[in-house]
């Protein structure tokens, strides 16, 4: 048997104040396993500031409620800006800091003495917590917002440079009809407006103060919640102190829209690897955001479009965890909930990676025109044939019949439909007469659809206007 260690009365280590901002009815402490399971701090460390915010707001709320009186208010906000200047110089948490509150709480201690203790008088780590995160997304969406137009900025300025160039679309992969580059390279800028008011969608929901809801049944003291949301700049007031501290359909929100972006940034990764190809060479890659080959030194890897095309998985696995979570829950909070944090700093965090560097590999990027105009083929006008013969009197029906067996004479003999001969134009249909070959020219089809949003000159001219006057606003 091991001898055991005899400890004069007395003589054991003081063990640190807890600065544990529950506990009482605890006859000791949680255990190691516990603690390290529990704490959330190296998560919410980042809700620092927004923490240090409200709070001096709700110091100003209880003097208004006549808990504080006026110095004791002044002195707790003065003591927060001391925190908050001392975490902003490096101060890290200690052992013992469950999550940010705590930390700040025991650093409030040290600066301004008992009276810190006043501070957490009518307010719970539910509604505080909860107002922090809202705070902090409420930001990230500005954030977001601002690297998305500058990915917009980005398309705009490249896509004008290449209005008049004219490439193959596609659809199923293969090459369907001509238009313009410019109205090609537009296809993904939409999307990301859509993306920008579904931002400004999810800071709505974002802006509702639920500060003042206490742990689950509201505040028992009579702070003006009016006076908190114009100070912290919500733009409401949560209804129900049940809801408030448990809704997280704003970070649900946030991160569909972060999903969105992510996806629609890795279509436009996958045309640009797609382009970027030796078999396409449509673009060339730049080498500020490419790598090359630890074997192969011809090798030039568009490494930030396949971290772009592969970030939509982590950001739907994020949302998927996120609603997950929400969907067993009962009513009010519930410390499942701790880990919605973790879904939304990484998922916002990555796409702030993702975004500028996207418009950096678009913007170095290099279109190659000529690469663009040698794949229009002129089966790309198979349907301006028959659309020529539509305006000449046939059904389209009878005409796309007619156009199918020009397609596959062309086909059977190796040649393009234009080196056919007249007479198999005729001979596929009577109305096809002397200017035919007219029609199969790329720039003849993409005039003819001037229609508001297709990929004729002054459509794409309107298009690239309205794209420019949506970056500006």
């Known amino acids: 048997m091991g001898s055991t260690l005899n400890v004069p009365p007395g003589s054991e280590p003081a063990r640190p104040k807890s600065h544990k901002l529950w506990g009482g009815r605890f006859a000791g402490g949680p255990a190691p ?13 980042r809700l620092w500031p927004h923490d240090i915010r409200l709070s001096k707001a709700w110091a100003v709320a209880l ?10 208010s002044r002195e707790l906000e003065r003591g927060l800006d001391a925190v908050g200047a001392r975490i902003a110089g490096g101060e890290k948490p200690a052992a013992g800091d469950e999550d940010i509150h705590t930390m700040i709480d025991r650093l409030l201690h040290e600066e301004v003495g008992d009276v ?82 579904r931002l400004k969608g999810a800071a709505r929901s974002a802006a509702v103060l639920p500060l003042g809801s206490g742990a689950v049944a509201g505040c028992a003291y009579p702070i003006s919640r009016t006076l908190l949301q114009g100070t912290l700049g919500f733009d409401a007031i949560t209804p129900n102190s049940i809801d408030a501290v448990s809704d997280r359909d704003f970070v649900a929100e946030l991160l569909f829209t972060v999903a969105m972006v992510a996806t629609h940034l890795s279509r ?47 950001a739907l696995g994020n949302l998927t965890t996120l609603l997950a979570t929400l969907k067993g829950l009962p009513s009010s909070y519930n410390k499942d909930l701790q880990d919605d944090k973790r879904a939304l700093f990484d998922s916002v965090d990555t796409l702030l990676l993702v975004l500028p560097a996207v418009a950096g590999t678009l913007a170095e990027i290099a279109f190659r025109p000529a690469r663009m105009k040698a794949a ?17 009197g046939a059904t389209f029906r009878e005409a796309h019949g007619a156009v199918g067996r020009l397609v596959r004479a062309s086909e059977e003999q190796g040649i393009e439909m234009h080196a056919l001969p007249r007479a198999a134009f005729t001979e596929a249909h009577a109305l096809f007469g002397d200017d035919v070959f007219d ?15 297709g990929t004729g000159p002054k459509a794409v001219a309107v298009q690239l206007a309205a794209a420019r006057k949506a970056v500006e606003q």
Do not use: C
């Open 116 to 197: 810190a203790s006043k501070l957490h008088t009518g307010r719970s780590r539910n509604d505080q917590v909860a107002t922090a995160a809202r705070l902090w997304t409420m930001e990230a969406t500005t954030k977001l917002d601002v690297a998305v137009r500058l990915l917009q900025s980005v398309m705009v300025e490249r896509a004008a440079e290449v209005e008049s160039v004219l490439m193959p679309s596609y659809t199923h992969l293969q090459r369907a009809q001509p238009v313009s580059a410019a109205h090609w390279l537009l296809s993904h800028f939409w999307p990301l407006e859509r993306d920008r008011a």
């Open 63 to 72: 003097w208004g409620a006549n808990v504080l009186t006026l110095e004791e």
């Open 33 to 45: 396993e516990f603690e390290a399971l529990n704490a959330s701090i190296g998560i919410d460390f």
């Open 439 to 453: 029609a199969l020219s790329a720039p003849a089809s993409v005039a003819h659809r001037e229609v508001e949003g």
């Open 376 to 392: 229009l083929s002129s089966a790309l006008m198979a349907t301006d044939l028959a659309d020529y013969l539509v305006r000449r």
């Open 268 to 314: 436009l990764a996958e045309d640009l690897i797609i382009y970027g190809s030796s078999e396409f060479g449509f673009v060339q890659y730049g080498e500020l955001y490419s790598s090359g080959s630890s074997m192969m030194p011809q090798k030039r890897n568009p490494d930030a479009l396949e971290i772009a095309r592969g970030f939509p998985a982590r």
